[in-house]
């Protein structure tokens, strides 16, 4: 008895093995092995290590509105967590009603970038950190009166000390930006339903979206969506319909940078629209379509802009858990 046991328990586990390889291969490896499933945490900076302290800091600066000058618009008023950490109109609206001229970036997974905002200004999210802050058209604040106002409050400079242990006046511009990098650093979204395929699952995504992901390939898109992130951080020339922006020439000046703009990710694309620098596409299947003929100098028919949207809405991962803070 107890062999007939073993033999069925040897047979049931052959089965196993056999079924979860057929699972592991849908003919579709080679394009498979492109692609890089999202970690669950970006690389971190020498200079910023990621703490508690630090992380439940930032997270408090980030809605918190009195480092405006209004005192009514936090990094949360544009980097709304239930609009995909984005703000879903066109051009963000700023202090005074003020609108900018670009369309506001997701913070989702954005400690992954090698560049910050649109035209690569900055390099890493604590150079991006305090730019919002004293931008005319966004939050109009001095960064001394924004510290002044933080160092009001206990609570805050409990909070900068707890963050800054070895410091006598850790309420800095420095710390601020730390601290609002660190929490940002915490917003990803892995385990998208095209992570869990690329680790095995084949019926993770549908046979459309892997079809989408055929089309992305051969299409060239992922020239510059590439890697974990689905972005090369790199600079390219696009003439967006409606945009007269001249991009990253805003920033060095020269001939060759007008028009170009840091590569977007594509990770949860689907709902962080609209999209484009100046945000005047509205739909997913038109920035497909604005892609091919801008990028690629290509026409797709409707199946193929189908399919590449099909695969596109897998790359949405869970939302980050995070707290709305009591503030003082």
Not at 241 to 262: A, H, I, Q
Not at 303 to 310: E, H, L, N, R
Request: glycine share 8%; aromatic share 8%.
């Amino acid at each position: 008895m107890h062999k007939r046991i073993d033999v069925l328990s040897a047979i049931g586990v052959t089965l196993l093995f056999a079924t979860s390889a057929a699972q592991a291969s849908d003919g579709l490896e080679d394009y498979r092995q492109r692609f890089e499933p999202l970690p669950h945490l970006p690389p971190l900076p020498a200079d910023n290590s990621q703490t508690d302290e630090k992380v439940e800091l930032g997270n408090m600066l980030f809605f918190e509105p009195r480092i405006s000058s209004s005192g009514v618009i936090s990094c949360a008023t544009c980097h709304n967590p239930a609009l995909g950490w984005s703000d879903r109109i066109p051009r963000a609206v700023g202090h005074n009603g003020q609108v900018g001229e670009r369309n506001t970036p997701t913070v989702l997974n954005s400690g992954f970038l090698d560049a910050q905002f649109w035209d690569g200004r900055e390099p890493d999210l604590e150079g991006q950190a305090l730019g919002p802050i004293q931008a005319d058209v966004e939050m109009a604040m001095q960064l001394d009166h924004a510290l002044e106002r933080l160092a009001e409050f206990d609570l805050y400079q409990n909070k900068f000390s707890a963050a800054y242990p070895d410091q006598e006046d850790p309420i800095s511009a420095d710390n601020l930006a730390k601290a609002l990098a660190a929490f940002q650093r915490t917003l990803n979204t892995p385990d998208a339903p095209f992570d869990r395929y690329l680790r095995g699952d084949m019926d993770a995504i549908s046979e459309q979206a892997k079809n989408g992901m055929v089309a992305f390939v051969d299409n060239g898109c992922i020239a510059c969506h590439r890697g974990p992130n689905f972005t090369d951080s790199q600079f390219h020339a696009i003439q967006v319909p409606g945009s007269k922006d001249l991009g990253r020439y805003v920033v060095t000046g020269e001939e060759s940078d007008k028009y170009r703009f840091r590569t977007p990710s594509l990770r949860n694309v689907a709902v962080t629209y609209p999209y484009m620098n100046n945000g005047a596409t509205p739909t997913l299947e038109e920035a497909v379509a604005v892609m091919g003929q801008e990028m690629l100098g290509r026409e797709f028919d409707e199946a193929t802009i189908d399919d590449i949207t099909a695969f596109l809405h897998t790359l949405t991962g869970e939302m980050p858990a995070f707290e709305v803070p009591a503030l003082p």
